[in-house]
């Protein structure tokens, strides 16, 4: 009977003790570090561990709750190698990003082929104008030559005897057409960039509004039966 008596006053007692010790302790008490290292040898510390600085440690409360779980510590390559994976990543999302914006952009300027078509059609409207002022430019050119021609025929036989200022005519007549000529070619070259460009878009856009009609065909709801 004194046994299971004193047995009931010590187990109060311990519990009396574990609670005032748990009052005690702070809420930031240090905390302990455990790990296990590459030998498979279970570590436990007061503060992280080096020989675990290649993996995961978990850092423990007093109680043995799991506060956190730190990874492992990279080298200053690791880390080098880390961040440029991080900066294609994001440079990549910024590439996407961009491109969903351009071809929302892209829908909302042609939302249909017939909008397209006007489009690539007043683009090359446009040159064509210009190319038919430099058409026009060049016949009167050529006019221009046939009348200095009728005045060289005085000079048929010794042309070095002809006016200075004809020759000087003779030669800016030559220089204009060719400059002419030229620019009919770099406009030929800028009628070609512009199917180039509403090709390659107009193949871009064909995915896009079939993508948006299927959207839409699938945002209607089924009749019922």
């Not at 006053?9 to 009052?23: I, K, N, Y």
């Not at 436990?44 to 080096?50: A, H, M, Y």
Request: net charge positive; hydrophobic share 35%.
């Amino acid at each position: 009977m004194k046994n299971r008596v004193w047995s009931s006053v010590a187990g109060g007692l311990v519990w009396g003790v574990c609670v005032a010790a748990a009052a005690q302790t702070p809420p930031n008490a240090q905390s302990i570090y455990t790990c296990v290292d590459r030998q498979g040898r279970k570590i436990t510390s007061d503060r992280p561990i080096p020989e675990c600085i290649d993996r995961e440690q978990r850092e423990l409360g007093p109680s043995g709750t799991l506060r956190r779980v730190i990874g492992p510590t990279l080298t200053q390559q690791e880390r080098e190698a880390l961040e440029a994976q991080r900066r294609m990543e994001q440079e990549e999302r910024n590439r996407l990003a961009e491109e969903r914006r351009r071809e929302r952009v892209l829908l909302a300027r042609y939302p249909d082929p017939s909008a397209h078509d006007a489009e690539r059609a007043s683009s090359l409207a446009l040159v064509d104008e210009v190319m038919a002022a430099a058409l026009k430019r060049i016949a009167e050119l050529h006019l221009r030559r046939k009348a200095l021609d009728l005045e060289m025929e005085f000079y048929t036989k010794d042309p070095a005897k002809a006016p200075m200022a004809l020759r000087r005519q003779l030669a800016e007549n030559d220089e204009q057409l060719q400059e002419q000529q030229r620019f009919l070619a770099g406009q030929e070259q800028e009628k070609r960039r512009i199917h180039q460009r509403f090709d390659a878009e107009l193949a871009q856009l064909r995915q896009l509004w079939a993508s948006q009609r299927g959207d839409a065909a699938a945002a209607v709801p089924a009749a019922p039966r």
